[in-house]
């Protein structure tokens, strides 16, 4: 009859409908809609500023940092300083992790070295880190011990009190079972206390490795002759604000890449708990 689609019209007209259906739902994932607005708003940065022709000594093109980073990476020696910082923050919180990590368990199962430590976390942990930076000097001088010690000693602090606070929480049934069981202490610090501490342990590097990040650029751009740090510092005093923007945009990529990694390293945390 006039006006009725015949069955191959029907399927052909839903076979282009789910294409546009399922192209319509990715655009709507969270993570798509991200890099969407990361996408629009480089856009719309490149569009104001050459619409307002601003100078780029204050406002560059995100085509400009971008040429500038290549650049830098391909003849300014831009990778090196990214290797000297990421040895640093990574050599300290290496440092951090160990030791926090072992001076949290220790305070939570000792209340001596609770009582010993406490005091001392109480009065350091609340102080601006990037204060220690003359006297570390003084000590460490300016070379690779005072970055290892400012990168450690941003992540440290997160790492203990944080430990403890998942030791102290786990559920004393699940240490009564293991000890009627017969477990040694030891077996009850690496079989229950530690997998029930371990969303609590792994919030305190996510802080930590945030903390390491900025002391070490900041200790860099005060006494670095190499790394991101010093690299951004010399930028800016020369007016050169692509390369100011190229820094941070590996900065900001760093970031990035240390948080996924966070989240891949926290799944199989999980999992191994739970297992």
């Known amino acids: 009859m006039p006006g009725e689609r015949s069955p191959m019209e029907a399927t052909t007209e839903n076979a282009t409908r789910r294409p546009r259906n399922k192209f319509i739902q990715k655009l709507g994932e969270p993570r798509v809609l991200g ?5 629009f708003v480089l856009i719309m940065w490149e569009a104001i500023v050459a619409i307002a022709h601003l100078n780029p000594i204050y406002l560059p ?6 040429i500038a980073l290549v650049s830098m990476f391909r003849t300014g020696g831009l990778l090196n300083d990214l290797l000297a910082t990421l040895g640093r923050i990574f050599g300290g919180f290496a440092i951090s992790l160990a030791i926090g990590s072992l001076l949290g368990i220790w305070m939570a199962t000792s209340d001596r070295v609770q009582a010993i430590a406490d005091n001392f976390i109480a009065a350091l942990y609340p102080l601006p880190k990037i204060t220690l930076i003359p006297l ?6 300016t070379g690779g011990p005072f970055m290892l010690a400012i990168s450690a000693l941003g992540a440290l602090f997160p790492i203990v009190i944080n430990t403890v606070l998942g030791i102290r929480q786990c ?15 030891r ?14 342990i792994f919030a305190g590097v996510r802080l ?14 005060v006494v670095g002759k190499v790394g991101l ?7 800016g005093q020369i007016l050169e604000t692509e390369q100011v923007f190229a820094v941070l945009i590996v900065l900001a990529i760093l970031g990035v890449v240390v948080t ?6 926290d799944v199989r945390l999980n999992q191994w708990r739970l297992s």
């Open 260 to 265: 996924k990694a966070q989240d891949w390293v």
């Open 229 to 235: 740090g010093a690299r951004l510092y010399l930028a």
């Open 208 to 221: 930590g490795i945030g903390v390491s990040i900025i002391l070490v650029v900041a200790a860099e751009m």
């Open 136 to 141: 570390l000097i003084i000590w460490l001088g």
């Open 171 to 185: 559920d004393p049934g699940l240490i009564l079972a293991a000890r009627d069981l017969g477990a040694t202490n």
């Open 187 to 200: 077996q009850i610090i690496r079989m229950v206390l530690l997998p029930s501490a371990i969303p609590s």
């Open 35 to 39: 890099w969407i607005a990361v996408a």
């Open 61 to 66: 093109r995100p085509t400009q940092i971008l």
